[in-house]
């Protein structure tokens, strides 16, 4: 169950994106579907923590085919399609390795390995899919506040899901005790 929420997450949020204009937040303009981003990360991790790092690669490998061929469906240019798969290979791959390694509290882990991830994938996907290198969308002026407004939203996803889910497993631990 997990694997198939983790991979409509992704789809939902490639949707939301070509659906919805950016939401402005302060003077940072952020693709809508950066909302559900940020908890691909977290739903990520759940797919380790469960099913073990083997498969969470395979389950990144399905979503990067599903994400990049919804992409292509809701008529993203070819170039956002590429900088979109590029960004995700590399981030999920990053929160992976970083989850495996870092030897903290399941809280500290999903906020560092979501945050990290969140931050390549924001910066790559900025600069090779919308930036005058790619589709040509935003000038180079605004490169750093469009990678500065994905990256606050996937840190402020990150550290809400970290929290929730810390509670949920202290509430578990509780239960558990009783």
Known sequence: MRIILYLLVIIAANIITAAFPPIQLWWFLVPTGSFLIGATFILRDLVQMR???KT?????GIA??????SSYLLGDPLVVTFASAVSFIVSE???TEIYSRLKRSLAKRLFWSGTIGGSLDSVIFVI???SP?????IPWEAVPLAVAGQVLVKVL?????AVVLSQWGA?????NIK
């Open 51 to 53: 099913y073990g790092k």
């Open 56 to 60: 969470t690669y395979l389950a990144i």
């Open 64 to 69: 990067l085919l599903t994400s990049a061929l």
């Open 93 to 95: 791959a990053t929160d």
């Open 128 to 130: 090779l899919g919308i």
């Open 133 to 137: 290198i790619g589709a040509g969308f």
């Open 157 to 161: 996803m990150q550290g809400f899901g």
């Open 171 to 175: 509430i578990r631990i509780q239960e």
